[in-house]
Structure formats: C-alpha cells, structure tokens
C-alpha cells in the first residue's frame, strides 16, 4: 500500500464511506458553528462536507485494503485510532485556512464521529458489506446486510465483556 498507493488506493476508494462521511462530519461543523451565523455555520459546513468526502473516501480504501489484516487489535488501532488522527491534524489545517470560527468544539465532534465511523466501515468490510472496487458490493447488497451488521457491531463490547468476566470465572 505504501509503495504503491494510486495503484492500491485509488479503485477501491470508496464513495459510500465518502458520502456518509461528508455528511455527517459536515453537519457536525455546522452544528458547533452555528453560533457564529448561518452564513459561517454554511461555510464550515461546506468546507468539511469537502474535506470529509475526500478523506472519508480515502480511510475507506485504506480500511477496506486491511480489513483480513492480523492482529486484528493492532488493525483495529491503526484503522480506528491513526487515521482518524492523521486526518484532525490535516483537518485542523484547512478550518484554520477557511478561518472557522468554532474550530475546537467542530474538531472534537469530528473526531469522535470519525473514530465510531471508521470502525463501523471496517467492521462492515470485514463482514462483506460496504466494499470498493474491484469487490465492490452493491447499494442493495449493503442496503439489506447493514442492519445485521449494525446490531452485531453495537453488540462487540458488551460480548467482549461477558467473554472476559467468564474466562475469570474458570
């Protein structure tokens, strides 16, 4: 991936990622700058709304590429955690450019939606759903498989847990 990424990245960038990222991360701007005026609160939601879909697209592609990737906890980190990451400090960079008003509050928001977001889209990968490229998956493929992926994803923590508290017991 890293040496040759337009080859790796490019066709399986992924443009459902993209669009929810988009929009999600582009209302939360709008959402904390809301105090400045609608006029500012559109801009910083335009410019995210941009930004998001780009580098929504892109953690997509890079998710979708390590989906069979193991350790699972450490793809998990890399995935949920890094880019998430890379991408605040780029983020960060363009709102200050577009002088955004309410930056931290927005980039706060943004993060821990990308984060959530990030390990949904990886998790559903994992699962067969929300694919790019050359494994692309259709809408109504994704349309008909996300709700049972929804329910498990919501539910790993709460297994996770329960499978800890009965490996203490024996």
């Not at 390990?119 to 692309?136: I, K, Q």
């Not at 109504?140 to 929804?150: G, M, Q, T, V, Y």
């Amino acid at each position: 991936m890293l040496r040759n990424p337009i080859r790796t990245l490019v066709p399986p960038w992924s443009w459902k990622a993209a669009t929810f990222a988009a929009a999600v991360r582009g209302l939360a701007f709008f959402a904390t700058n809301l105090q400045a005026g609608q006029r500012e609160a559109t801009k910083a939601l335009v410019v995210e709304a941009v930004f998001a879909f780009v580098t929504g697209g892109l953690i997509g592609a890079i998710s979708q590429h390590l989906r069979k990737a193991e350790p699972r906890w450490a793809t998990a980190g890399v995935v949920c955690i890094c880019l998430p990451g890379f991408m605040l400090f780029a983020q960060s960079g363009v709102h200050r450019l577009a002088h955004t008003p309410h930056l931290s509050g927005g980039l706060v928001l943004s993060f821990c939606l990308s984060v959530v977001s990030a390990a949904f889209s990886w998790y559903a990968m994992r699962h067969g759903a929300m694919l790019g490229g050359t494994d692309e998956t259709t809408v109504f493929h994704d349309l008909e498989a996300l709700p049972k992926i929804l329910l498990n994803f919501v539910l790993v923590g709460p297994d996770l847990v329960a499978s800890i508290f009965r490996a203490k017991r024996h």
